[in-house]
């Protein structure tokens, strides 16, 4: 019972986070005359993305290095084929290709890389801090092309949700709040999650990559279904490339510093490169300005749902 009761009472605080935190974010770009993309690329996918940092850390501290490293192979994936997925079926949208196309590349060398690095057995103290060094390169890189662009940042953040945008104290506030809720609601319903899931005796890969992999993605959920609900593709599409870049330059970034992830098993031998090719597949979708609609939402989701329905089923072979 006490693990239902964690489960709802981290869906709720999700919900009320993902409100705080659109609202804030969107008046704090219209208030600093930068652009949604960047924003949401970079303050909101890299702040709901710290649920994925605290359970990575803990899990290779507490001796778990598959929940750490399921958790961001398996995060990229639902982020993607779930959660874009979802969000088209709510609202079908054309992404502007030339305006993301640097998050894109930034997306594809941050997978590539953890593919090569895979291919080293394990990632350590070094391949950490060259994780860590892209990471700073790309926000140095968002910032300075962003500040360029005055005009486009303009006409982005413009009132499109028809609201009074808050002033900027109240816009931090807002932030602020709305990853804190984000963060303890994932928290909480991950905590449920887990415990139910080991009751029904799920191995630690299958858990980091499905239970946990959504469960800290549900701040990315939930930010991605109000932008949604409010028409707002900068924001859903920043929020998806903006985490799934985070995840792993410097959620693994930070753990192969603290302890060596072996990259070993079938998260290693396949998982990550299923993470590679979804990501492709996104990036030529956003590369050529295609409509994601509601029959490719639909497509997303059903990839998304075999691909768990394959995992479940190789665990209890």
Same mark, same amino acid.
């Given at each position: 019972m006490i693990d239902f009761v964690l489960i709802a009472s981290g869906l709720l605080l999700l919900f009320l986070g993902g409100e705080a935190l659109i609202k804030g974010a969107v008046a704090l770009a219209r208030h600093f005359g930068l652009s949604q993309l960047l924003v949401s690329a970079v303050i909101i996918g890299?702040?709901?993305s710290?649920?994925?940092?605290?359970?990575?850390?803990?899990?290779?501290l507490k001796g778990s290095p598959e929940i750490a490293l399921g958790n961001v192979v398996g995060s990229n994936i639902a982020? !993607?084929? &779930?959660?874009?997925?979802?969000?088209a079926l709510?609202?079908?949208?054309?992404?502007? =290709?030339q305006a993301v196309r640097r998050d894109v590349l930034a997306m594809i060398g941050a997978s590539l890389l953890l593919c090569a690095l895979t291919l080293y057995g394990a990632l350590g103290f070094f391949s950490g801090l060259l994780m860590l060094s892209g990471l700073f390169v790309y926000i140095s890189w968002c910032c300075v092309q962003d500040l360029k662009k005055p005009d486009n940042a303009e006409t982005t953040v413009e009132n499109v949700d028809g609201e009074n945008h808050p002033p900027v104290p109240m816009a931090f506030m807002y932030s602020f709040v709305g990853l804190g809720l984000l963060v303890g609601g994932a928290y909480l319903l991950v905590e449920g999650a887990i415990a139910l899931a080991?009751?029904?005796?799920?191995?630690?890969?299958? !858990?980091? &990559?499905?239970?946990?992999?959504?469960?800290?993605?549900l701040p990315e959920l939930?930010? =991605?279904v109000v932008a949604a609900m409010r028409r707002q593709s900068d924001i859903i599409v920043g929020n998806i490339l903006g985490s799934?870049?985070?995840?792993?330059?410097?959620?693994?970034?930070?753990?192969?510093?603290?302890e060596p992830i072996p990259m070993t098993g079938q998260i290693a031998s396949t998982d990550i490169w299923i993470m590679l090719a979804v990501a492709l597949s996104f990036s030529a979708l956003l590369w050529l300005g295609l409509r994601i609609g509601r029959p490719v939402g639909f497509g997303m989701l059903a990839a998304y749902c075999a691909y768990t329905g394959w995992l479940y089923a190789g665990s209890m072979v």
């Open positions: 890299f702040g709901t710290m649920p994925e940092m605290t359970v990575s850390v803990g899990a290779a982020n !993607i084929l &779930l959660i874009v997925g979802l969000s709510i609202f079908p949208f054309v992404q502007n =290709a080991r009751d029904f005796g799920l191995s630690e890969a299958v !858990i980091g &990559l499905t239970i946990v992999a959504v469960g800290t993605s939930a930010t =991605a799934n870049i985070f995840n792993i330059l410097a959620i693994l970034g930070v753990t192969a510093m603290v």
